[in-house]
């Protein structure tokens, strides 16, 4: 239930030992390295202070890293992350309508996102969307309208999951009763209940649309 974090000098030396590897391994993928924090950013004192170890170690590498959309709103971080050999944000968007954040309690808004998604652009980096579909008011054409938002905010890939619902969480509670089944194994981005205005199987194929609409030539 708390946050833990690790030395700055802990990280460089996980991320040293991680370049080797992947070196070692002769791949021909692209060399770029995910730091794999749910939000890198919670603790922003300790982002930046990893940032500037990094930098002051002078490692050459391209990082990509996952956070909320507020951190395109930090000029300071998005220039060190720059400075640090970062390429790409992976930004949890979720959503791309306001209903949906304010039916989730989310702080959100599709405005702030968009503003959020061209500042992070402005200083060079890509951002990669991580959405959600299957809140009460999606319906059919949700994948179609996803893929809309992607390509006019010039996003450069997507990870889209269906919404799923933790044990102990207020949204399990509303919807327990709306679960296709309690089978956590399967919580992999494939649809997991009944949605309000659209069928789980349509829901799916809502995923497939907008993956071949964004990845299309």
Known sequence: RGVRTRSPQNVVSDIKE?????HDQNTRMAKVLWLTDDNFFA????AMSVLKAIISEKIKY????????EVGFDDEMLDLLVQAGFVEIAMGIEFIDDESFANYH?????????????NIQKHGLR??????????????GIGCRLAEFVIKQDICG????SM?????????????SRLLH???SKCTGNVVHYPSKIPPRDLQAEIVIASKKIYSI
């Open 62 to 69: 391209n990082f990509t890293v996952q956070a909320r959309y």
């Open 158 to 161: 997507v990870l889209i999951q």
């Open 18 to 22: 991680a370049i080797i590897f992947q």
């Open 182 to 184: 309690e089978d956590w």
């Open 164 to 176: 799923y619902f933790i044990p102990g969480t207020p949204v399990y509670e509303t919807h327990k």
């Open 127 to 140: 951002v990669r969307g991580l959405f959600i579909v299957g809140a009460d008011n999606h319906e059919a």
């Open 106 to 118: 989310k702080k959100s808004t599709c405005d702030e996102i968009k503003l959020a998604i061209k």
């Open 43 to 46: 603790d922003r004192e300790w």
